[in-house]
């Protein structure tokens, strides 16, 4: 799996009050939460962000309540993938649930800047930087965890395993 | 190699006899929990996947909490989709308006949650159930929609930090400055993925309302869950509650702890966290001048009878300052009545506070005290992250209830101390 975009920086602890405010949680549908994605840190981000788009943050990305719309706003405003120096422990689950690629790579966090051109391959694990031509290694997305993404997340991983059982 | 009280509970939901740091494990739940923010994704992908039943009806509990009595439109449809779900599936722990409360204060006060249970629910703060000894974790919807029809859940076993608490709590010094002290210390990231253990004197002296504010807060340090080893003041909260057999575990004597911290409780007095992260931490004493709009006293953090009763001996014979908000939150209807019954309510409202039907509400900037543009509020909630309470310019101080009442009467951050208490 591959994804291109530019890349938009956050800093560290970005938490998911910032990432979606509670104050639209009175609804899970994910075109709405995703006009206020991380509002909390950037009014604009939802209007500046183009399909397939990057967020590269620094440690503990997504940390406090376990809302899963936070995953749901950043995917369905068409943020390609998350890559971060790590990120909180419930968000990281929700994300992979919910099929929201997110990559654990601080060195690549640490030569990436706003507005880089950023390819992301979770798949052989290599993370380049397409505007200052270097290139980053990261754990690659196991297979299953891959096809968990494909499917667009759990259930549906869940009901297609089940069907090829039948 | 001896195990600790959470690796035994996961061994023992695994039907393994022992378990170390790094397995993973298949388990079985004993309890499963959403409430109406995160119940209805998980509806949508229990419905789905197809399914029919919820595994179990007595132990998948729904709690509309956060915006409820609804706020708005959009909250009423979503505490319909709740409300018809739990009619659909005749799930026995449903609580309507009328009997519902702040789900972490409501589930072990009803005795649903017990000693040794192996709890999932699509709330961070479910965390909280660990004050019994129980391993209470919290999940997305999805991970909840999985418990929901299959009754079990993947974890990976987590390696535990032991925090010992010497000592003895200064006056006007609870749980909740202990946990600030730690979460100072460890920063907010400092357990993630790892179990808390919290042990000591100071804890073993320390009762249910200021053991509950420890575990739930553990998710600010990026715990996966906190647990506290039970003992007679827990068998003494649960013995009239429980309506079914549990199992009191501890962490052997050769337990394998991946660190332990050690704490002076003598020297934490309490603790203002100021925004925007629990991590940021003073001493009452060296908070400084800053004036409050409001204060807030509640939520699954500190809205319990005990935190009520500190309040009260703070506000009694006094009043808010003028300007200021003091907004009370019984965290359930039985602390409510047993507040009201004690003669509280008297004092509150003779301090000009309001006093709410139990919600979340306010802590997550919901409904009942939002915050606007540059307002500054005191807090018994737990987090002051940026505009948590209302507008992204605002800001939440994070205390205990003595403090955040001490605070309301003199419309400033401030200890009760200054009011010669």
Sequence with gaps: ?166 | MGMTITEKILAEHAGLKTVAPGDLLEVKVDLVLANDITAPLSIKEFKKAGAQKVFDRDKVVLVPDHFVPNKDVASAEQCRMVRDFAREQNLPHYFEVGEMGIEHALLPEQGLVLPGDLVVGADSHTCTYGALGAFATGVGSTDAAAAMISGTAWFKVPETIKFVYRGRLRKWAGGKDLILYTIKDIKVDGASYKAMEFSGEAIENLSMDDRFPMCNMSIEAGGKNGIIVPDRITEEYVKSRAKRAYQCYTSDKDARFGKVREYDVNRIEPQVAFPFLPENCKGISEVGNIPIDQAVIGSCTNGRIGDLRIAAAVLKGRKAAPYVRLIIIPATREIYRQAMKEGLFDIFLDAKAVISTPTCGPCLGGYMGILAKGERAIATTNRNFIGRMGHKESEVYLSNPAVAAASAVLGRVAGPEELGL
């Design chain 1, 1 to 166: 799996m591959k994804f291109t975009g530019k890349a938009f920086t956050f800093g560290n602890d970005i938490d998911t009050d910032v990432i979606i405010p509670a104050i639209y949680l009175n609804t899970s549908d994910p075109e709405e939460l995703a006009q206020h994605c991380m509002e909390g840190a950037d009014q604009h981000f939802s209007v500046r962000v183009k399909q397939g788009d990057v967020i590269v943050a620094g440690k503990n990305f997504g940390c406090g309540s376990s809302r899963e719309h936070a995953p749901v706003a950043i995917r369905a405003v068409g943020v390609s993938c998350v890559i971060a120096r790590s990120f909180a422990r419930i968000f990281y689950r929700n994300a992979f649930n919910i099929g929201l690629p997110i990559v654990e790579a601080p060195e690549a966090v640490d030569g990436i800047q706003e507005g880089d051109e950023i390819e992301v391959d979770i798949t052989g694990g290599t993370i380049r930087n397409l505007t200052k031509g270097t290139a980053f290694t990261c754990k690659p997305v196991p297979p299953f965890m891959q096809e968990l993404l494909d499917q667009g997340g759990l259930i549906n991983y869940i009901m297609k395993k089940k069907g090829n059982r039948r």
